[in-house]
């Protein structure tokens, strides 16, 4: 699910720099991954504009990488069953069994308990 051709969201992403989803976003972005930050506190993060929700995105994403505490990503996996979105990546912490399960049931891509930072530079 990690692939440079993709697009993804990453909902929870921060201006912060001592919030770990600040050093997701820079992480993948550094190695030139497609990043959208969503978060509706935040107009702009690393000079990318920042949507509010993902129905707010003008355009498909391929993944969304959740780093939001889990009722939170419960949520967010009701927007993303909205919008036919296919693949979730849920950093630890923001997973849950209720969020694991609609994805389950709506046949959506899922990985949890695993950090894409991690998977990414061992996929090098």
Known sequence: MIDKNFIYALVGASTNPEKFWNKILKDL????????????????????????????????????????????????????????IKNVWMQPGSESDVAIQKCLHNWINIVHNSCIMIQRKSDM
Do not use: M
């Open 29 to 84: 972005i550094e190695w030139w991954y497609k990043v959208i930050p969503v978060n509706p506190n935040e107009k702009e993060i690393f000079w990318i504009k920042s949507y509010c929700s993902l129905s707010q995105i003008p355009f498909s994403i391929d993944v969304v990488i959740c780093v939001v505490p889990s009722v939170v990503t419960e949520k967010i996996i009701d927007e993303i069953i909205l919008l036919w």
